[in-house]
T-cell receptor, first 111, second 112 residues
Framework: GESVGLHLPTLSVQEGDNSIINCAYSNSASDYFIWYKQESGKGPQFIIDIRSNMDKRQGQRVTVLLNKTVKHLSLQIAATQPGDSAVYFCAVPEYTDKLIFGTGTRLQVFP | DAGVIQSPRHEVTEMGQEVTLRCKPISGHDYLFWYRQTMMRGLELLIYFNNNVPIDDSGMPEDRFSAKMPNASFSTLKIQPSEPRDSAVYFC??????????FGQGTRLTVV
């Protein structure tokens, strides 16, 4: 679910490898999910979204998977590049209007 | 499209002073959101507007915080008086229909 923590989970991957970032949500009625990327010193940027009537959605080098049974979604980044280094958030609209953000995962890409 | 524009980018103020943060949403977007980001609490929604009307201000931490949206192209977030614990990055975001939001670059506020 959307919890608050002192430290961001960190995922370290080697350039060229695939990255998988996970997110759990708490409301089984949620029907729309969004992934954001936040680079240092910038605001969050939309990456990809998925509706609850889908299990999978693909973009350019990114894939989002949704498992409604266990209320879990993941963001997969293929062939991770240094420019992918950022904090990644999943976000879920509450009552269709306002976005509630997860704590985020820091992705570090090393050569 | 210039995106969501926030000003100032950085603000340093003394405790007790009034601080006003400004936001210009994307033209045509009906929703405007104010978020605060800290290491301790992550991204918190403070308040949001729909068609210039405040819909939910339950995230506003105290009466010291207030927000206005006098027209569709401008919003302010005011803190009076400011305290050191208000130090954070404040983001404004807008959305055409709720849900997906487009964020500004943020205002980094430091209260000393």
């Amino acid at each position: 679910g959307e919890s608050v923590g002192l430290h961001l989970p960190t995922l370290s991957v080697q350039e060229g490898d695939n990255s998988i970032i996970n997110c759990a949500y708490s409301n089984s009625a949620s029907d729309y999910f969004i992934w954001y990327k936040q680079e240092s010193g910038k605001g969050p940027q939309f990456i990809i979204d998925i509706r609850s009537n889908m299990d999978k959605r693909q973009g350019q080098r990114v894939t989002v998977l949704l498992n409604k049974t266990v209320k879990h979604l993941s963001l997969q980044i293929a062939a991770t590049q240094p420019g992918d280094s950022a904090v990644y958030f999943c976000a879920v609209p509450e009552y269709t209007d306002k976005l509630i953000f997860g704590t985020g995962t820091r992705l570090q890409v090393f050569p | 499209d210039a995106g969501v524009i926030q000003s100032p980018r950085h603000e340093v103020t003394e405790m007790g002073q009034e601080v006003t943060l400004r936001c210009k949403p994307i033209s045509g977007h009906d929703y405007l959101f104010w978020y605060r980001q800290t290491m301790m609490r992550g991204l918190e929604l403070l308040i949001y507007f729909n068609n210039n009307v405040p819909i939910d201000d339950s995230g506003m931490p105290e009466d010291r915080f207030s927000a206005k949206m006098p027209n569709a192209s401008f919003s302010t977030l005011k803190i009076q008086p400011s305290e050191p614990r208000d130090s954070a990055v404040y983001f404004c975001a807008s959305s055409p229909r709720g849900g997906e939001a487009f964020f500004g670059q943020g205002t980094r506020l430091t209260v000393v």
